[in-house]
């Protein structure tokens, strides 16, 4: 069996899907002739774990783990763990903060090149090339952000001549927050130059979206392969009781960040409860996962604080349950214009929720041009409306659909209305959604592998 060696900060991973993406992609290899070796901090500074995703762990996998030095526990000390605005799930935003967050904000932009893991990377490359004298690999990989991670396997290939392949799941210097880090302007180039050698030194890139793709495709001559974030069917194949609590239920799971917080949404919804009694006592807002406070705070101030359900962190199985049984799926993008060329990570979860039988129907708020509105089109699963128009007439549509219809709704308001799925489209959205399995994509890493292989 041929080994890869994967190194990646996040292990055991969130409950994230982007994150979740090398715990997939390791529980596929082994199936496709490839032993993933895992290299991870022993200690890292993460907001939650799912001890759920360890059970996917391959048998097959050998892990290795070294201690880290983060500076994030004297930055919680300083600036507030709590600190309301600006400070939650991405504090790396346009959202005003207060003077202890500029001044740790700085701090992190301006000594940790080019995040807060930098010091982690000459301890790795020491250990791992020390451990592939005796254990030789196949391939190195990275996967990144942190792009620290990166920069391990430079080195390491740099050392070794093992060929390295470089898994972007965000962009770098063209990230949605890149332009909120108040570098100087020496580490800004400093930026720049760590990410065309990555690209450059890499025996091959791979990016998650098509127009991420197409930006790497102009800075280098490498390959550069397209391997989106998927879904795994095996966390689809439980059966679920059926409803029957009646309620109309819009479900929003994951990281909820203050700078995607659909006002819009909470505008409309607020009208139709006061447009129909009958919707106001049906309607159950539900977010599940870290939530930011003015997500919380903008939810009541609307008027809707007993629709609101506050879920808190859920195991991975019980968070794609509350995909399935959703009436509306809530997808909120993050506001910057770079933000509109990556995917969620969490809508291949949302779209394999939405292909279902009595499928809930994907609600997205963000730009009707970004690759992810892209997706919901090809695939038929959902609609992106843009942050400033009402989606009111969408929710309407939703309330007296057939899927909603099957979970114990009635008719609520009762304006014009146009059903979002229709039964004839349901076998085009499975097939255009399997192909987003983590099993598929897996195939396709394991062809890539193989094409670089010395």
């Not at 759920?52 to 892990?63: D, G, Q, R, T």
């Not at 346009?94 to 010091?119: E, I």
């Not at 196949?138 to 470089?166: C, E, Y």
């Not at 400033?388 to 308001?413: C, L």
Request: aromatic share 10%; hydrophobic share 40%; with cysteine.
């Amino acid at each position: 069996m041929r080994r890869a060696l994967i190194i990646t900060y996040y292990w055991p991973p969130t409950g994230g899907s982007g994150v979740q993406r090398w715990l997939k992609f390791s529980k596929y290899l082994p199936e496709n002739g490839w032993q993933p070796v895992i290299y991870t901090p022993s200690n890292p500074e993460q907001l939650a774990v799912d001890e759920s995703l360890l059970e996917e762990i391959p048998p097959e996998a050998e892990v290795l783990k070294q201690p880290i030095r983060e500076p994030y526990a004297i930055y919680h000390r300083l600036a507030g763990k709590r600190s309301s605005k600006g400070a939650g799930v991405n504090p790396i935003n346009s959202q005003k903060k207060n003077w202890k967050q500029k001044l740790m904000l700085w701090v992190r932009s301006n000594f940790f090149v080019p995040d807060p893991r930098a010091g982690w990377v000459r301890p790795s490359v020491d250990f791992l090339c020390r451990y592939l004298k005796q254990n030789p690999v196949d391939v190195i990989i990275t996967t990144g952000p942190p792009h620290s991670v990166h920069l391990i396997g430079r080195g390491v290939h740099k050392i070794t001549g093992v060929p390295w392949v470089a898994d972007f799941r965000d962009p770098w210097t063209r990230m949605f927050y890149f332009e909120n880090l108040p570098f100087l302007p020496w580490v800004r180039k400093r930026h720049f130059a760590l990410e065309k050698a990555v690209l450059d030194e890499a025996d091959a890139v791979i990016s998650v979206t098509p127009r991420v793709r197409a930006d790497f495709v102009a800075q280098t001559d490498t390959p550069v392969f397209l391997i989106t974030n998927g879904y795994d069917e095996s966390d689809f194949a439980a059966a679920l009781p059926p409803r029957t609590d009646g309620k109309f239920r819009l479900v929003h799971t994951g990281l909820f960040a203050s700078d995607g917080n659909p006002l819009e949404l909470w505008k409309a919804l607020a009208g139709l409860c006061a447009e129909s009694e009958e919707f106001a006592s049906r309607l159950e807002i539900r977010l599940a996962g870290k939530v930011d406070t003015e997500i919380v705070e903008a939810v009541r101030e609307a008027g809707l604080g007993e629709q609101l359900r506050l879920l808190g962190y859920l195991p991975h199985p019980e968070s794609v349950a509350e995909l399935r049984q959703a009436d509306v799926i809530l997808l909120p993008l993050r506001h910057g214009p770079e933000y509109s060329k990556v995917y969620p990570g969490k809508i291949f979860e949302c779209m394999a929720a939405a292909a279902g039988p009595s499928a809930p129907c994907i609600l997205g708020i963000g730009p009707e041009d970004s690759a992810a509105a892209d997706l919901l089109r090809a695939t038929g699963t959902g609609e992106m409306i843009d942050w400033t128009n009402d989606p009111a007439e969408f929710i309407r549509a939703a309330a007296v659909s057939s899927s909603a219809a099957g979970k114990g709704q009635v008719r609520t308001p009762k304006k014009g209305v146009r059903y979002l799925h229709s039964p004839s489209a349901k076998p085009s959205q499975e097939t255009a959604a399997a192909s987003y399995s983590r099993r598929e994509l897996t195939s396709r890493l394991v062809q890539i592998l193989s094409t670089i292989q010395k």
